[in-house]
């Protein structure tokens, strides 16, 4: 089993910054993948960025060149950079992770969630 703890949520102004972070914990794995998933207000959740084992990053088009992910392998955690926040960047904002230990591959989890609420 495999816990995720979100944190950097919140509000901010349109132009802002934020930071979220979430550390995986659990029985002794290795990690895959890890990333951010968000949900606006009555729309499907969708990808926003994640990053391999090999530091390799994927990043949705709506936030290429403001957003930035990286992770710290020695701590299990990934972070997600925001900066000139848009209104539509509201949302909640899901951490995931695909961990394997050995040849068994962990169902993928999930973080609480965090709100981030951009104001005009």
């Known amino acids: 089993q495999v816990q995720l703890v979100e944190s950097g949520g919140g509000l901010v102004q349109a132009g802002g910054s934020l930071r979220l972070s979430c550390a995986a914990s659990?029985?002794?794995?290795?990690?895959?993948?890890m990333g951010w998933y968000r949900q606006a207000p009555g729309k499907q959740r969708e990808l926003a960025a994640l990053?391999?084992?090999?530091?390799?990053?994927y990043y949705a088009d709506s936030v290429k060149g403001r957003f930035t992910i990286s992770r710290d392998h020695a701590k299990n955690t990934v972070y997600l950079q925001m900066n000139s926040l848009k209104l539509e960047d509201t949302g909640v904002y899901y951490c995931?992770?695909?961990?394997?230990?050995?040849?068994?591959?962990?169902?993928?989890?999930w973080g609480q969630g965090t709100q981030v609420t951009v104001s005009s």
């Open positions: 995931f992770t695909d961990a394997y230990r050995g040849s068994y591959y962990y169902p993928r989890s």
């Open positions: 659990g029985s002794i794995f290795s990690i895959n993948r």
């Open positions: 990053i391999s084992a090999d530091g390799s990053a």
